[in-house]
T-cell receptor
Framework: KAGVTQTPRYLIKTRGQQVTLSCSPI?????VSWYQQTPGQGLQFLFE???????NKGNFPGRFSGRQFSNSRSEMNVSTLELGDSALYLC?????????????FGPGTRLTVT | GESVGLHLPTLSVQEGDNSIINCAYS??????FIWYKQESGKGPQFIID?????DKRQGQRVTVLLNKTVKHLSLQIAATQPGDSAVYFC?????????????FGKGTKLSVKP
């Protein structure tokens, strides 16, 4: 079974631009969660989608948004990029939502904002 | 607010020795804990988990110990191998909540000397 894939793997954007990242979960997994990882703050939860519905959201500004499609693929969007948005963005998939923590992470998208 | 922290940011051990990585959490309501391993260029990988009704859980070459009294858990790796070199971090969760309640520590970088 193929793992979680994320595209693109690397991205360089300019402050003020917007960006869209994509995540394809493991086949059969309906839950996709997004995380931001930085050296200073570590891994922080952004949001979770299950069956095209946002189930939970972390403490991030409204510039961070996401969606999930009927095939469970998910995208996250960051508008009006700031330098502090530079980070590794990880998505993780699992079979179910809620307390199911056999999450499988993708390799991440490294976003650099200049 | 809630926090999960690791005692040492780096740990260097000799190949074949046992490794112990420690983690402390602040929320006494946390009742589920996970250890992850993250190798360079990859997403986190689930290693082992433990619920608060247990003090110890063993996996293949890994053992997690939980001390709820002092809100501390540790990951022990037996006969450490070069392939164990990675960043390890713990996460704490209020079971019954969604992924949004998963709080991650910042990580300990384990280096294995041949």
């Amino acid at each position: 079974k193929a793992g979680v894939t994320q595209t693109p793997r690397y991205l360089i954007k300019t402050r003020g631009q917007q960006v869209t990242l994509s995540c394809s979960p493991i086949s059969g997994h309906r839950s996709v969660s997004w995380y931001q990882q930085t050296p200073g703050q570590g891994l922080q939860f952004l949001f979770e989608y299950f069956s095209e519905t946002q189930r939970n959201k972390g403490n991030f500004p409204g510039r961070f948004s996401g969606r999930q499609f009927s095939n469970s693929r998910s995208e996250m969007n960051v508008s009006t990029l700031e330098l502090g948005d530079s980070a590794l963005y990880l998505c993780a998939s699992s079979e179910t939502s809620g307390p199911s923590y056999e999450q499988y992470f993708g390799p991440g998208t490294r976003l650099t904002v200049t | 607010g809630e926090s999960v922290g690791l005692h040492l940011p780096t740990l260097s051990v000799q190949e074949g020795d046992n490794s112990i990585i420690n983690c402390a959490y602040s929320n006494s309501a946390s009742d589920y804990f996970i250890w992850y391993k993250q190798e360079s260029g990859k997403g986190p990988q689930f290693i082992i988990d433990i619920r608060s009704n247990m003090d110890k859980r063993q996996g293949q070459r890994v053992t997690v110990l939980l001390n709820k009294t002092v809100k501390h858990l540790s990951l022990q790796i037996a006969a450490t191998q070069p392939g164990d070199s990675a960043v390890y971090f713990c996460a704490a969760l209020n079971y019954g909540g969604s992924q949004g309640n998963l709080i991650f520590g910042k990580g300990t970088k384990l280096s294995v000397k041949p």
